[in-house]
């Protein structure tokens, strides 16, 4: 069985280098209306979810505990925002994440503003068609409303209002990841004004 709970723990800033270059472009080709409030639900997992939402989905003890000491860990260094490995397929969350591989959630003042999850077992011919069926899934605008993103694993992404959609495909599966870009713009920002005072810094 694989270990219960935390997979990995890996913090974030979650620079403007997230984002491409080609992200503006995409923002004004997207045909997608879609806001946080109507974003995906996968498993009900979403944006905008307290940590104690994600919690109740992981109710296992030996789950909670390292999920817990993970976020604990977290803000005793001061770090935030933070992102958890989660075990989808722990005994008392097996039947909700059935099919999914890997699951991750990135926190930031308690809600999550970033999440990712990857299916394993279905093979797909190319992304069109498993995008194809995320669009049926969950409402979303079909293939050619979706840009070619800039990963070598063949991906697109779609662009709606403070967040964005990227799908993948790549060997004996496929993922989604739905992120807040509204906290990229936000982090984005933050760098840029710290790095102007360090430019404009006179020791």
């Known amino acids: 069985m694989k270990r ?18 080609s992200a503006k472009q995409r923002a ?19 944006l905008g979810m307290t940590t104690q939402q994600v919690l109740a989905f992981f109710p296992g003890k030996a789950e909670r505990e390292n999920i817990d000491e993970a976020l604990g860990f977290a803000k005793k260094a001061g770090q935030d925002p933070v992102t958890v490995g989660l075990e989808p397929e722990s005994q008392s969350s097996k039947d909700r994440f059935k099919g999914i591989g890997s699951l ?13 999850v990857a299916y394993y077992g279905v093979t797909w011919t190319n992304i069109d068609e ?21 990963d070598e694993t063949p991906n697109k992404v779609l662009s709606c209002n403070g967040f964005e959609i990227e799908a993948a495909i790549q060997g004996a599966g496929a993922s ?4 807040d870009t509204g906290y990229a713009r936000e982090a984005g920002d933050r760098t840029s004004s710290e790095d102007r005072k360090r430019r404009e810094f006179k020791p």
């Open 28 to 46: 004004t080709q997207s045909k997608c209306n879609l806001t946080e409030a109507n974003s995906p639900n996968i498993r009900g997992i979403r």
């Open 130 to 150: 498993w995008i194809a069926k995320l669009s049926d899934a969950y409402r979303l605008p079909g293939a050619p409303d979706w840009a070619v993103g800039s």
């Open 176 to 179: 989604i990841r739905v992120r």
């Open 104 to 116: 991750s959630v990135t926190l930031h003042k308690g809600r999550v503003i970033d999440f990712s």
């Open 4 to 21: 219960l709970g935390m997979i990995c723990l890996a913090f974030a800033l979650l620079p403007a280098a997230i984002f491409s270059s």
